[in-house]
């Protein structure tokens, strides 16, 4: 009885290091995150005088037609949304978002008179800027948190308007965007546009993982040898699918496997070595959750199963 009781309450220190770890990782990303957006608003964006899309756009519109400091605006309308939107976030969510409402303008305030890179072609600044803040909001959103801002106009949309989330935010952007290029011109909303696009991207690498990932299936009359083969080399796991054709009703074992980028060329090999006639289908993978890979924790840090 004792000692079941000892071990209960090692497990439950040991999640409560592990949440406390948690908190603070998602602290640090917030943070980090929220520092490197501010600064490169002011060094990239306000330096080069591009715009932005959601509610930055709008405190950079602000700033650059009534001059209004874009630190105070950030933070007034931010307070606001949250105050009208806090319903529509988790509670988890809602602590982070709270921070970064909190750190983005104290930030942008800090960073005001810092170095700025103006470089003479102007998409260099753009492609940087664009760089940049996905890499920053890469890292908010991979600390549970949110810039607040049009995220929650988006969330509302979607539950009373029964929009997408990314559509909502999409023609927010449209709209923020659009009265911006008449105050910083065409060119300069083109180059935004890149640098939104651009963003985007670099946010969907950060999130969908660092190292790309391929799924292949191998379907061939050698399976159980280039099986044996890629496990013993590459140190992969590997599924097998019982199929058939659909015309022959032929009976077939199909072989799925992850690999890395790096290890697809090696399976290539060893398939060609033992079948050159294999069907092979090799497909991009965004993400991978599970053991070798990546997983997801709960709140107790414990792994998630799917």
Same mark, same amino acid.
């Given at each position: 009885m004792e000692d079941s009781i000892e071990n209960q309450s090692r497990e439950v220190i040991k999640l409560q290091a592990i949440s406390k770890k948690d908190i603070l990782k998602s602290f640090m990303l917030v943070t980090l995150g929220c520092f490197l957006f501010s600064y490169t608003i002011n060094a990239v964006v306000i330096a080069n005088h591009f715009g932005e899309g959601g509610?930055?756009? /709008? !405190?950079?519109?602000? +700033?650059? !037609?009534? @001059?209004?400091?874009?630190?105070?605006?950030?933070? /007034?309308? @931010? /307070? +606001?949304?949250?105050i009208i939107g806090y319903r529509y976030l988790e509670k988890k969510t809602m602590i982070y978002t709270v921070l970064s409402v909190f750190e983005l303008p104290t930030f942008l305030k800090v960073t005001q008179d810092w170095p700025v890179f103006v470089p003479e072609n102007l998409v260099v600044a753009s492609v940087a800027a664009g760089v940049l803040v996905g890499i920053a909001l890469g890292l908010v959103i991979l600390g549970k948190g949110t810039t607040a801002g049009t995220d929650i106009i988006a969330m509302m949309m979607h539950?009373?308007?029964g929009w997408s989330v990314s559509s909502s935010l999409l023609m927010i952007d449209f709209i923020i965007v659009t009265p911006l290029a008449f105050v910083i011109g065409l060119e300069k909303a083109v180059l935004t546009l890149i640098m939104l696009f651009i963003a985007s991207k670099v946010i969907n690498f950060i999130l969908e993982g660092f190292n790309p990932r391929k799924a292949i299936m191998i379907i061939s009359d050698k399976y159980d040898e280039i099986g044996q083969r890629i496990q013993t080399n590459l140190d992969r796991g590997i599924t097998v699918l019982d199929g058939h054709g659909f015309y022959s009703k032929e009976k077939r074992q199909v072989l799925y496997v992850v690999v890395s980028r790096q290890q697809l060329m090696p399976v290539q090999r060893i398939i060609h070595e033992y079948d050159p006639e294999a069907f092979v289908i090799i497909t991009d993978v965004n993400q991978v959750i599970g053991e070798g890979f990546t997983f997801y924790l709960d709140d107790n840090g414990n792994k998630l199963h799917h």
């Amino acid at each position: 009885m004792e000692d079941s009781i000892e071990n209960q309450s090692r497990e439950v220190i040991k999640l409560q290091a592990i949440s406390k770890k948690d908190i603070l990782k998602s602290f640090m990303l917030v943070t980090l995150g929220c520092f490197l957006f501010s600064y490169t608003i002011n060094a990239v964006v306000i330096a080069n005088h591009f715009g932005e899309g959601g509610l930055t756009g /709008v !405190t950079l519109l602000m +700033f650059y !037609t009534i @001059n209004i400091d874009p630190a105070l605006s950030s933070l /007034v309308l @931010n /307070v +606001f949304l949250l105050i009208i939107g806090y319903r529509y976030l988790e509670k988890k969510t809602m602590i982070y978002t709270v921070l970064s409402v909190f750190e983005l303008p104290t930030f942008l305030k800090v960073t005001q008179d810092w170095p700025v890179f103006v470089p003479e072609n102007l998409v260099v600044a753009s492609v940087a800027a664009g760089v940049l803040v996905g890499i920053a909001l890469g890292l908010v959103i991979l600390g549970k948190g949110t810039t607040a801002g049009t995220d929650i106009i988006a969330m509302m949309m979607h539950k009373y308007l029964g929009w997408s989330v990314s559509s909502s935010l999409l023609m927010i952007d449209f709209i923020i965007v659009t009265p911006l290029a008449f105050v910083i011109g065409l060119e300069k909303a083109v180059l935004t546009l890149i640098m939104l696009f651009i963003a985007s991207k670099v946010i969907n690498f950060i999130l969908e993982g660092f190292n790309p990932r391929k799924a292949i299936m191998i379907i061939s009359d050698k399976y159980d040898e280039i099986g044996q083969r890629i496990q013993t080399n590459l140190d992969r796991g590997i599924t097998v699918l019982d199929g058939h054709g659909f015309y022959s009703k032929e009976k077939r074992q199909v072989l799925y496997v992850v690999v890395s980028r790096q290890q697809l060329m090696p399976v290539q090999r060893i398939i060609h070595e033992y079948d050159p006639e294999a069907f092979v289908i090799i497909t991009d993978v965004n993400q991978v959750i599970g053991e070798g890979f990546t997983f997801y924790l709960d709140d107790n840090g414990n792994k998630l199963h799917h």
